[in-house]
Structure formats: structure tokens, C-alpha cells
């Protein structure tokens, strides 16, 4: 019994940490209007994301939250990102670079 809630503990705390796939796919519904829910662009202009770089991905995210990818179309996701927690932004990019290309 012991073992089983420390295995749980870690597996909730590793979950958190590394992102969760399932917890990003609930949150992308607010960013599937432009780059699809299966990460492929709805229109010209928009990124594909699915099966992007689970790095770059976190980076460029923060990077517009923090205002240092600007220029371009980023004003639009400046505000996407802004109210957007560490953890927000691990699961959402566990989820899309998860996704097939
Ligand atoms: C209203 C349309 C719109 C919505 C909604 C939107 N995005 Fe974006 N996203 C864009 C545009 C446009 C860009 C390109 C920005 C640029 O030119 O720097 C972009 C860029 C990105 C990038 C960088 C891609 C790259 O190749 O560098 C990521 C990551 C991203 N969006 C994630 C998200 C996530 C996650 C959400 C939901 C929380 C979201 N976006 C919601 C329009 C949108």
C-alpha cells in the first residue's frame, strides 16, 4: 500500500512536471479556431503545430507570454499566451507536438 501511493505521487508530480497529453487537448480547444485541433492550420497565416518540437514549442509559448518573440503576427499570441501557466503551457505542448504532421 505504501508503494502504491508513492508510485502515484510520483507519477502525479513526473504528470506535471513533463505535461499532461490529455489536460492540453481540453485547453487547445481555445486555439484549434486557428491551428486546428489536430495542429494542422485552419488558414494561411496560422502555424501547423502537430508533431512540432516539444522544446520549441514550450519556448516559443513562454516567449510570447513574456513579450520576447515579438514582430510578425505575434501580437496575436502574445494574448493567447497571456494568462497561460508554466503547467498550461507543458501540457499544451505535450499535446500538439504530440500530434501527427
Ligand atoms: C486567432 C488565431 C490564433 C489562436 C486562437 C492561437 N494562435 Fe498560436 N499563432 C497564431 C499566429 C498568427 C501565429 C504566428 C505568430 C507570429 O507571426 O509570430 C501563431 C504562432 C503560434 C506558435 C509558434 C509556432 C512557431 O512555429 O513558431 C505556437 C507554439 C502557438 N501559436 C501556439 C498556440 C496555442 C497553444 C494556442 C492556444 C492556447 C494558440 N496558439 C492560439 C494564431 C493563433
Redesign the pocket.
Known amino acids: 500500500m505504501k508503494y502504491l501511493i508513492l508510485s502515484i505521487a510520483l507519477f502525479a508530480s513526473t504528470a506535471s512536471f513533463a505535461g499532461d497529453i490529455d489536460i492540453g487537448k481540453a485547453?487547445?480547444t481555445?486555439?484549434a479556431?486557428?491551428?486546428g485541433m489536430d495542429g494542422k492550420s485552419v488558414a494561411p497565416?496560422?502555424?501547423n503545430?502537430a508533431g512540432?518540437d516539444l522544446t520549441?514549442?514550450k519556448n516559443?509559448?513562454k516567449n510570447?507570454r513574456d513579450k520576447t518573440?515579438t514582430?510578425?503576427?505575434?501580437a496575436?499570441?502574445t494574448g493567447?499566451?497571456a494568462g497561460?501557466s508554466d503547467e498550461d503551457i507543458n501540457n499544451?505542448a505535450m499535446y500538439?507536438s504530440s500530434l501527427k504532421p
Not at 514582430?71 to 505575434?74: F, V
Open positions: 485547453g487547445a481555445v486555439c479556431g486557428c491551428h497565416g496560422f502555424p503545430l512540432q520549441y514549442l516559443q509559448l510570447f518573440r514582430g510578425g503576427q505575434s496575436i499570441m493567447m499566451a497561460l499544451l500538439f
